[in-house]
């Protein structure tokens, strides 16, 4: 099936670093992936949609020069946090539709994010 | 506005039993509806879908999902559990194929030895 490799998959850095993650579909072109974040015990919530050579959807209530999303290539986006804070800490987890081009998305195994 | 409900934040059940977690969505029409997996740490694995045609759907590691649309449910279903069946589940729909998806708060499946 298709796969989705996400990296890394634990980061730790002092609060006021940037964190970059890489969510990259193998085998097939991604032109729409999806970055979630998610609290502990708690469900994904979709933070942006990242379209491959356009800007990336975000939803209401994420601050788009926080977390910047680039999808400079069909297999490749990644987001960065910047100037993270500890209440940035979070899992996050990104997703790519398959081959098809649409439903259903197949997930990366997510990255551990800690502020200190 | 799309939603969707899992009324079960923790279920446990016994190895070998049968399992049933419930689901159930707000949409207009008919959505298409996920199960997915979420082993602690880990992403998420598909385990079923629902487009269209036959209402009872089978997925990965024996679970099946029944859509009822008169009843707005999409209850998953395995008839005997295993101890690595222990995990997040989260069930979730999205309006069309190219939609985004909307993610039910997730029902936590524990297993008794």
């Known amino acids: 099936g298709a796969v989705v490799s996400q990296h890394p998959s634990r980061v730790i850095c002092k609060s006021g670093t940037s964190v970059k993650i890489e969510c990259r579909s193998l085998?097939?072109?991604?032109?729409?992936m999806f970055w979630y974040r998610q609290f502990p015990k708690q469900s994904l919530m979709l933070m942006a949609t990242?379209?491959?050579?356009?800007?990336?959807?975000?939803e209401q209530g994420v601050e788009k020069d926080k977390f910047l999303i680039n999808h400079a290539s069909l297999t490749l986006s990644t987001l960065t946090v910047t100037s993270a804070h500890p209440e940035d800490s979070s899992f996050y987890i990104c997703?790519?539709?398959?081959?098809?081009?649409?439903?259903?998305?197949?997930f990366g195994d997510g990255t551990r994010l800690s502020i200190l | 506005a799309q939603s969707v409900t899992q009324p079960d934040i923790h279920i446990t059940v016994s190895e070998g039993a049968s399992l049933e977690l419930r689901c159930n969505y707000s949409?207009?029409?008919?959505?298409?509806l996920f199960w997915y997996v979420q082993s602690p740490g880990q992403g998420l694995q598909l385990l079923l879908k629902y487009f269209s045609g036959d209402t009872l759907v089978q997925g990965i590691k024996g679970f099946e999902a029944e859509f009822k649309r008169s009843q707005s449910s999409f209850n998953l279903r395995k008839p005997s559990v295993h101890w690595s069946d222990a995990a997040e589940y989260f069930c979730a729909v999205a309006g069309n194929r190219d939609d985004k998806i909307i993610f039910g708060k997730g029902t936590r499946l524990h297993i008794l030895p």
């Open positions: 949409y207009g029409a008919t959505p298409y």
């Open positions: 997703s790519a539709y398959g081959p098809e081009g649409n439903q259903p998305q197949h």
């Open positions: 990242s379209n491959e050579g356009s800007k990336a959807t975000y």
């Open positions: 085998d097939f072109q991604a032109t729409t």
